[in-house]
């Protein structure tokens, strides 16, 4: 596994945890610690999977040995339940895309309305 790659997944969890469970600590064993009892139990055992492969990344050879399919599986897992919390955020962006496809279907019925009545000498 290419450890760029892992070091994008690791930050990505690590930032999630702390934005969407307010978890704090340096690194993703810590943030892990910190909100244990708020994860699931699986989604607890695939961030502490991730957070043990951590202190590998330093050593390409060793990274090499770490099971790609199981470290994308458990990168998923965690994915899953984290990126879903920010329902408050998804609600509003909901309401702006109803509010802006509400406004665009007035303009385009205007619109249409005035090329109407152009066309048929009423304006």
Do not use: W
Request: a positive charge.
């Amino acid at each position: 596994m290419n450890p760029a790659e892992f070091q994008d997944k690791v930050d990505h969890v690590s930032r999630l945890l702390a934005k969407r469970l307010g978890a704090k600590g340096a690194s993703l064993g810590e943030r892990i610690n910190h909100r244990a009892r708020a994860l699931p139990r699986r989604v607890r055992v695939a961030a502490r999977e991730l957070a043990r492969l951590e202190p590998m990344m330093g050593a390409p050879k060793l990274m090499k040995q770490v099971d790609q399919k199981k470290t994308d599986r458990n990168y998923r897992i965690c994915i899953k339940y984290l990126e879903p919390l920010g329902a408050e955020q998804r609600l509003v962006q909901g309401v702006l895309k109803v509010i802006t496809g509400i406004v665009f279907l007035i303009v385009l019925t205007g619109g249409a309305m005035l090329a109407y009545a152009i066309a048929h000498g009423q304006l």
